[in-house]
């Protein structure tokens, strides 16, 4: 019962290679996250959609861009990758339970490989 | 914007015992408060949350307790088991804030 998938678990690129990881949930939750994780340092946040409004993080690279094309579909697009960008890219959703605050749900994640 | 800090980095506790995490914060407007708990190669998954409206709360062999006036957190994991062992975040969100300010991650090990 798969509730945030991403797809493929696996990416191999090339420096400079264009490379698209992609999200769905069926959790119909209005927010989606993308977080850069590296070696078991905490999540960090590149952007995350609010509904369909997109909110970017000060520090994310303009090399980073996302999509969110309907409620249950995110995809995060790699323009240029670099060597640093090689990571695991964890994709979350949450809505607002009120008082209870927003739970986070995690995908799998994708392994980024840069070669 | 919020700041979260989390000791220690690194744990081993001899299987049975317990095992303590801190977190602080610093924005007094953080009122929720969720631990992670991430196994290695793998999602991180919810484990325990707490709002500021409660100073502890329990499941099972897990407990969480807060201190508003003093701004932090804790995670309790008693009779720790092998399937403890992994990499726990804290984390803080300020009212109805969508994001959360994780901590820097502290990993357990149990020892058998």
């Known amino acids: 019962d798969a509730m945030v998938i991403q797809n493929p678990r696996y990416q191999v690129t090339q420096f400079g290679k264009p490379v698209t990881l992609s999200c769905s949930q069926t959790?119909?939750?209005?927010?989606m996250y993308w977080y850069q994780q590296k070696s078991s340092q905490a999540p960090k946040l590149l952007f995350h959609y609010y509904d369909k409004d997109f909110n970017n993080e000060a520090d994310t690279p303009d090399n980073f861009q996302s999509r969110r094309p309907n409620t249950s579909f995110c995809f995060l697009d790699i323009r240029s990758p670099g060597l640093g960008d090689a990571a695991m890219y964890l994709c979350a959703t949450s809505r607002d339970r009120g008082n209870r605050g927003y739970e986070q749900y995690f995908g799998p994640g994708t392994r980024l490989t840069v070669t | 914007g919020e700041n979260v800090e989390q000791h220690p980095s690194t744990l081993s506790v001899q299987e049975g015992d317990s095992a303590v995490i801190k977190c602080t914060y610093s924005?007094?407007?953080?009122?929720?408060f969720p631990w992670y708990k991430q196994e290695l190669g793998k999602r991180p998954q919810l484990i325990i949350d707490?709002?500021?409206?409660?100073g502890e709360k329990k499941d099972q062999r897990i407990a969480v307790t807060l201190n508003k006036t003093a701004k932090h957190f804790s995670l309790h994991i008693t009779e720790t088991q092998p399937e403890d062992s992994a990499v726990y975040f804290c984390a803080a969100s300020m009212g109805g804030n969508e994001k959360l300010t994780f901590g820097t991650g502290t990993r357990l090990t149990i020892i058998p």
């Open positions: 959790l119909n939750h209005n927010v």
């Open positions: 707490i709002r500021s409206n409660v």
């Open positions: 924005d007094s407007a953080s009122n929720y």
